[in-house]
């Protein structure tokens, strides 16, 4: 199994990125984005569900960030708009089985190696 993110990069704040992340291997029934900032620990941003592309939000980017995924494609992506210095982190994709708001890291078995977003001011 193997979750491949990419996408990150710098940018200034107000700017945009998106993030992707391309899972082989199986499918997982819910696909969450986390971020972890220096000295930090690693919080939920976003999570889809597979089937159904249900999508559940961290406050703190409710409005500014959309999760959605290709099936197709077997991918995940992140967009990112209105970017705050704030949001600078390291963001990973992982998997997990379960159905409904997910939250906890420890919930999702699979990550992928995450991607550097820096945001300047």
């Known amino acids: 199994v193997q979750l491949q993110a990419s996408g990150g990069g710098l940018v200034q704040a107000g700017g945009s990125l998106r993030l992707s992340c391309a899972a082989s291997?199986?499918?997982?029934?819910?696909y969450g984005w986390f971020r972890q900032a220096p000295g930090k620990e690693r919080e939920f941003v976003a999570q889809?569900?597979?089937?159904?592309?249900?999508?559940y939000y961290a406050d703190s980017v409710k409005g500014r960030f959309t999760i959605s995924r290709d099936n197709t494609k077997n991918t995940v992506y992140l967009q990112m708009n209105s970017l705050k210095p704030e949001d600078t982190a390291r963001y990973y994709c992982?998997?997990?089985?379960?159905?409904?708001?997910?939250?906890?890291?420890?919930?999702?078995?699979?990550w992928g190696q995450g991607t550097l977003v820096t945001v300047s001011s």
């Open positions: 889809i569900t597979w089937s159904r592309g249900i999508t």
């Open positions: 291997g199986r499918t997982f029934s819910s």
């Open positions: 992982a998997g997990t089985p379960r159905l409904g708001r997910t939250e906890y890291a420890g919930h999702y078995g699979y």
